[in-house]
């Protein structure tokens, strides 16, 4: 069964630091991966796709990682802003749902 | 201005009552799904849909039913029968199953 674990749990850094978000996930048998971004109290923000035979995605100050052989992907977010601040997701799509990981909570300190 | 709406977006019940949330989508996505997001937990999945007239359970699907009568529509009923209903419902749709999932607002369900 697959698991999907993010770590660390919650992370403040200085507004101007790049930072990277880990996510870790147990079955490499994964279609996609996705990372999601979720402020309070709302729904969730697609924010990047990598599919099954693609190493990276980037959009922006985003960049996204998979290496399924050791079952890890990274968000990287360069220059963070305070607007940045939310909690960032990813979900790994399999046989036929995505199984999400239960997020990092950043906090840009302007 | 395509994307997938949510209503209510706060709902309240009392014990013993069914009520239903509301999903639309306007993308022309096939698959459509219910999710139950609770503090300090990932997204559970509730039930799917990955054609109309087609649904199937998901891990969570106790107290809950849906129909697809329509491409546009996934309607969430939460029945009696759940028995901790309380936590916020999100809605999603994607082109095909693991295709790029978009999520609606989100409607937050509270037990009086």
């Known amino acids: 069964k697959q698991e999907v674990t993010q770590i660390p749990a919650a992370l403040s850094v200085p507004e101007g630091e790049n930072l990277v978000l880990n996510c870790s996930f147990t079955d490499s048998a994964i279609y996609n991966l996705q990372w999601f971004r979720q402020d309070p109290g709302k729904g969730l923000t697609s924010l990047l796709l990598i599919q099954s035979s693609q190493r990276e995605q980037t959009s922006g100050r985003l960049n996204a990682s998979l290496d399924k052989s050791s079952g890890r992907s990274t968000l990287y977010i360069a220059a963070s802003q305070p607007g940045d601040s939310a909690t960032y997701l990813c979900?790994?799509?399999?046989?036929?749902?995505?199984?999400f990981g239960t997020g990092t909570r950043l906090k840009v300190l302007a | 201005d395509g994307g997938i709406t949510q209503s209510p977006k706060y709902l309240f019940r009392k014990e013993g009552q069914n009520v239903t949330l509301s999903c639309e989508q306007n993308?022309?996505?096939?698959?459509m799904y219910w999710y139950r997001q609770d503090p300090g937990q990932g997204l559970r999945l509730i039930y799917y849909?990955?054609?109309?007239?087609?649904?199937q359970k998901g891990d969570i699907a106790e107290g809950y039913s849906v129909s697809r009568e329509k491409k546009e529509s996934f309607p969430l009923t939460v029945t009696s029968a759940q028995k901790n209903p309380t936590a916020f419902y999100l809605c999603a749709s994607s082109i095909n199953l693991n295709g790029e999932q978009f999520f609606g607002p989100g409607t937050r369900l509270t037990v009086l």
């Open positions: 849909s990955q054609i109309v007239n087609d649904f």
């Open positions: 993308l022309n996505h096939d698959a």
């Open positions: 979900a790994t799509s399999g046989t036929y749902k995505y199984i």
